[in-house]
């Protein structure tokens, strides 16, 4: 029973453009959202984060939308770099759980 | 300001062997989870860990597997006797509070990837 979804495993955009990833939940008890980047033979670093209470977090290029009706987030990269290429990981956790729950991830490839 | 210390990078073991891995949180976090992620999956939560208290392990196997965080050194998560099964890539992170901080999450380390032959 996997509790957090990302259905594309990958996506591939043009530099430039936006990216666009997606991730559903189903467990209405997660209060808090956050994304991992993470490039190979390294750890996931921190991206953005969203609370329940919210439906849009924004930093730099970056932004996270929360739909707490559908179960669904999504990070929008704006406008897309090279640099951006990695997995991107979807994570969901409860205050005080301790313990996140995380996605598949998607691989993201932003062509020069 | 080191960030999370996992080591080693990098383990072989044969099957049968133990595996010890090791992580140093960063400083002032008191709070450490144990992630493993197995090859073209996600990451999967294994236990969560404050100095001497196992508080959360519902993700941890009931055999083999086993973690610690003492009161002085780094967590190390044991796995014994260990099976092809186990190769995969298991990473630390840890936090100042319980968390993941909503607004900076966790701090991973570089993982240790575990290659069972």
């Known amino acids: 029973d996997q509790q957090v979804k990302q259905n594309s495993p990958s996506l591939s955009v043009q530099e430039g453009r936006i990216s666009i990833l997606n991730c559903d939940y189903t467990n209405s008890m997660f209060d808090y959202f956050l994304w991992y980047k993470k490039y190979p033979a390294e750890g996931p670093t921190f991206l953005i984060s969203?609370?329940?209470?919210?439906d849009k977090n924004e930093d730099g290029r970056f932004t996270v939308f929360l739909n707490k009706s559908a179960k669904h987030l999504s990070l929008h990269i704006v406008p897309s770099q090279p640099g951006d290429s990695a997995v991107y990981f979807c994570a969901a956790t409860h205050t005080n759980a301790g313990k996140s729950t995380f996605g598949d991830g998607t691989t993201l490839t932003v062509k020069p | 300001n080191a960030g999370v210390m996992q080591n080693p990078r990098h383990l072989v073991r044969r099957r049968g062997q133990e595996a010890r891995l090791r992580c140093s949180p960063m400083?002032?976090?008191?709070?450490v989870y144990w992630y493993r992620q197995l090859p073209e999956e996600g990451l999967k939560f294994m236990v969560y860990?404050?100095?001497?208290?196992?508080?959360?392990e519902s993700g941890m196997p009931k055999e083999r597997f086993s973690a610690e965080f003492p009161k002085e050194g780094p967590s190390i998560l044991r796995i014994q006797q260990v099976v092809r099964g186990d190769s995969a890539a298991y990473f630390c992170a840890s936090s100042p509070v319980v968390g993941p901080p909503g607004n900076y999450g966790y701090t991973f380390g570089s993982g240790t990837r575990l290659t069972v032959v």
């Open positions: 860990l404050q100095k001497e208290n196992i508080i959360d």
């Open positions: 969203i609370s329940s209470i919210k």
């Open positions: 400083k002032g976090h008191s709070h």
